[in-house]
């Protein structure tokens, strides 16, 4: 009797601890985040077959317990192969990006589970070529600026980790332009009301931890 009041007492302090443990940020944290992205197709009909990948890191630093700033960077390469004119011919491309991000939690959804809403600004460049039968030809840069607000998602599966889910940017704005002389700068504007009803074939997987 005695061992089966120790054992319950032992479950039930376990029980009470887990349920008293706080999900969250707090001001002076600090977070490291990464999405990472792949995918790969193989048109048989048009004979073409495109493969992408994309990272993305970023940190932040929490200056109030809802409210964090911080830096990102993404890489990204994409490779699109046409083998079916008689000669292989491949389209290449690296970009790289790097800014800034600021980054707002506005519902909790029990204790685990937390919503934000995201702007984010930063540098943008792309570089290519094309490769003809093993002859390469390089492509002119492309630089630019990127600007876009969206929202997210955090699931906390320890106090320290977080499996995070950035939707597609709802609102985006971009300018670039080809480095040659007499070039001029392209802009965009777009809003994505889409992403609602389309979310898990638009956004990105990822993991936040928290210091």
Known sequence: MKKLLLT??????LALASNAQE????????????????????NKNAEIKTTNFNFNPQ???FVTDKIAVGIFAKVGTSNEDNYGEGVDIQEKASTFDIGAFGRYYFLELGSRFKTYAEVA????????ETVTAGSSVKDPKISGFG?????GAQFFLTDKIAVNYKFANVIGFNSSKVDVDG????????????SFENFFNSGQFGLTFKF
């Not at 319950?8 to 302090?13: E, I, R």
């Not at 600004?121 to 290519?128: F, K």
């Not at 070039?183 to 889409?194: P, S, Y």
Request: proline letters at 0%; charged letters at 15%; glycine letters at 18%.
């Open 8 to 13: 319950m007492t032992a479950v039930a302090g």
């Open 23 to 42: 999900f969250g940020f707090d001001k002076g944290n600090f977070i490291v985040e990464g999405n990472l992205g792949f995918n790969t197709q193989d």
């Open 59 to 61: 940190v932040g630093y």
């Open 121 to 128: 600004a930063g540098y943008e460049s792309e570089n290519g």
């Open 147 to 151: 600007a876009n607000a969206g929202i």
């Open 183 to 194: 070039a001029k700068a392209t802009t965009g504007f777009n809003v994505n009301l889409n």
